[in-house]
Every structure is written in structure tokens, then in C-alpha cells.
T-cell receptor
């Protein structure tokens, strides 16, 4: 079956540009996560959705970062006025609800590598 | 940062040897998971151990968990060149919170020489 897909795979932006990164989760997965992975580091949590509700956005580094999942499926992470320190791989993951499925496994997409010049 | 730490940061072994990597974490957990990341397949779940378990096996993988020391280890036996990748531990929080986010360690880069 289809896994988590993300687009674009690579994005080069000039400093100050706005970018939008898309995530298509696995069908039926109610939980969706965004992580940011800097070079040589582990992924760091940005935000979490359960269906269309954004239940945790504590990891968003600034108010330039905004995420939405309006219909409880596809999600978009938007970064306004990009800065060089935003350069990273942005990973999307989806999962079943562990409270009902008993599964805690998250399925990750291939990521979007963002380079801000 | 809430990230846990892993050691070693990098490990180079010969095919057929065993590889052991360790993870320490900071918070109370519900479960601990290990993930592998390489350029070919991205970040892939390997194994999960619950906070009330001490050891778990899956194929050539063996995971231990010591909640009193807030540490875990991953053992890969009879390593293969295809095991070359970065390995991350990730902790899942206790129930009761609003999020099921994972907190990842800093990773161990494993190179298996043919």
C-alpha cells in the first residue's frame, strides 16, 4: 500500500521567501506529526494533529511556522519569511490512534529538504 | 532541547560482527522505539519496547530497557553491509498528555564494512 508521501522532495528558497510543504499521510491514520531534522541530528518534534485538530504545536520554533490539516487528511507546513536557520529536512509522520489501535509506530515520509540561501 | 543522547556517535564494524548502541533519555516514558534512517528508505521503525518490559527480540535485533537508569540498548547481531545506516532511539510519552509525539536521540551512525 501507499506510504506517507511528501512534496516537494527538495526546495531551495531565498531568504525572506514563504514556502509550503505538503504531506499526504497513510489513509485512515488519524494522527499526523511534523518533525524538523537538522544535519547530523535526530528529528525534533514540531506539531501534532489528531484528525483536523492541532493538539500540540509546542515545537514550532517561531510564529513564522504554521501548520494546518483542514480536512483531517493532507497537511501543509508553511514557513513565512524563511531564514537560513530554517534549512533542514522536514519530516511528516502518520500513525493510528494508539489509544484505540494499541500501536505506537509512526510511519515517516521521505522528507522535504529545505535549503534557504 | 529534549533530545536524548546516544553513544557511540559513530561505529564502524566488519560484516558478521555484532553492533551495540546505547541510548539515554530524560523523561518518564510509555514506550521506547528504535528507528533506522538511510538515504534509500528514509526513517523506518524497527522495534518497540514498553516501559514494563526489560528485553525484546525481533530477528537479529535485541533491545533492552532499564527505566531506573533511563537507558536502552540496541544490539544487532551478525551485521550485514545493508545495516549501514543511522540508528535513533525515540521515546513515547506517558498517556495522559495531549500528544503522542516522539522524542528522538541524537543517533548512532553505523558503518558495516563488507
Amino acid at each position: 500500500g501507499a506510504g506517507v508521501s511528501q512534496s516537494p522532495r527538495y526546495k531551495v528558497a531565498k531568504r525572506g521567501q514563504d514556502v509550503a510543504l505538503r504531506c499526504d499521510p497513510i489513509s485512515g491514520h488519524v494522527s499526523l506529526f511534523w518533525y524538523q531534522q537538522a544535519l547530523g541530528q535526530g528529528p525534533e518534534f514540531l506539531t501534532y494533529f489528531q484528525n483536523e485538530a492541532q493538539l500540540d504545536k509546542s515545537g514550532l520554533p517561531s510564529d513564522r511556522f504554521f501548520a494546518e490539516r483542514p480536512e483531517g487528511s493532507v497537511s501543509t507546513l508553511k514557513i513565512q519569511r524563511t531564514q537560513q536557520e530554517d534549512s533542514a529536512v522536514y519530516l511528516c509522520a502518520s500513525s493510528l490512534d494508539p489509544r484505540t489501535s494499541g500501536s505506537h509506530e509512526q510511519f515517516f515520509g521521505p522528507g522535504t529538504r529545505l535549503t534557504v540561501l | 532541547s529534549q533530545q536524548g543522547e546516544e553513544d557511540p556517535q559513530a561505529l564502524s564494524i566488519q560484516e558478521g560482527e555484532n553492533a551495540t548502541m546505547n541510548c539515554s533519555y530524560k523523561t518518564s516514558i510509555n514506550n521506547l522505539q528504535w528507528y533506522r534512517q538511510n538515504s534509500g528508505r528514509g526513517l523506518v521503525h524497527l522495534i518497540l519496547i514498553r516501559s514494563n518490559e526489560r528485553e525484546k527480540h525481533s530477528g537479529r535485533l535485541r533491545v533492552t530497557l532499564d527505566t531506573s537508569k533511563k537507558s536502552s540498548s540496541l544490539l544487532i547481531t551478525a551485521s550485514r553491509a545493508a545495516d549501514t545506516a543511522s540508528y535513533f532511539c525515540a521515546t513515547g510519552p506517558n498517556y495522559g498528555g495531549a500528544t503522542n509525539k516522539l522524542i528522538f536521540g541524537t543517533g548512532t551512525l553505523l558503518a558495516v564494512q563488507p
